[in-house]
């Protein structure tokens, strides 16, 4: 979706680095999301947010942390990078009201990390 | 907890040929949705079809339609006509009432000319 946007797009990183992942949304959405991919394994949860100040953990956010900026802005940092960090990240949206009516999320281009 | 699960890792299909993914899934939620997405190479994530768990009515779209059997929680995806352009990693997914998404593994799918 054009109205969420990632960046950088591609990023390679050492171990050890600090990096942050930015997404930005157009959309007036309240509720943002963070997601990993793996082969194999789809997409699986990092952290999400339901409002500015509501942020929660999702299935795999050991290693991660999160900042919601303002409600179109949601960053997802990797404070010491490792490794088995290389995915591909994605960012999506929600709206609550969409939530109930319809249920589904809108997503960013992905950003591919490599950690090396 | 809710589970997406897909059996099929990689397909193939000739083109003009119809193909079925498969997608079963478990929730304990009576209220959810469906999806298949699809992830062409460019790596974007577009939604194929939605599907409301309280709609007996199979979804369709186009030349994509879906089999929802909800007593044994089986969501397959039907591509009639497969085209070059259809080839890509297809998703399933499952939204419960808080809008979590919970995705399958993934069938990477191959149409040959």
């Known amino acids: 979706d054009a109205d969420v946007t990632q960046t950088p797009r591609n990023r390679i990183t050492k171990t050890g680095k600090r990096i942050m992942l930015e997404c930005s949304q157009t959309?007036?959405?309240?509720?943002m999301y963070w997601y990993r991919q793996d082969p194999g394994l789809g997409l699986r949860l990092i952290y999400y947010?339901?409002?500015?100040?509501?942020?929660n953990k999702g299935e795999i956010s050991d290693g991660y942390s999160v900042s919601r900026q303002a409600q179109a802005k949601f960053s997802l940092s990797l404070e010491s990078a490792i490794p088995n960090q290389t995915a591909l990240y994605f960012c999506?949206?929600?709206?609550?009201?969409?939530?109930?009516?319809?249920?589904?999320?809108?997503f960013g281009p992905g950003t591919r990390l490599t950690v090396l | 907890a809710q589970t997406v699960t897909q059996s099929q890792p990689e397909m193939s299909v000739q083109e003009a040929e119809t193909v079925t993914l498969s997608c079963t899934y478990d929730?304990?939620?009576?209220?959810?949705?469906l999806f298949w997405y699809k992830q062409p190479p460019s790596r974007q994530m577009i939604l194929v079809i939605r599907?409301?768990?309280?709609?007996?009515q199979n979804a369709t779209e186009n030349r994509f339609s879906v089999n929802f059997q909800k007593a044994a929680k089986s969501f397959s995806l039907k591509i009639s006509d497969s085209q070059l352009g259809d080839t890509a990693m297809y998703f399933c997914?499952?939204?419960?009432?808080?809008?979590?998404?919970?995705f399958g593994g993934g069938t990477r799918l191959m149409v040959k000319p």
């Open positions: 999506a949206t929600s709206d609550r009201t969409l939530a109930l009516e319809d249920g589904r999320q809108f």
């Open positions: 959309k007036g959405h309240d509720r």
């Open positions: 947010s339901f409002d500015v100040k509501d942020i």
């Open positions: 929730t304990s939620e009576n209220n959810y949705y």
């Open positions: 599907q409301e768990a309280y709609k007996q």
């Open positions: 997914a499952l939204s419960n009432a808080g809008n979590m998404l919970t």
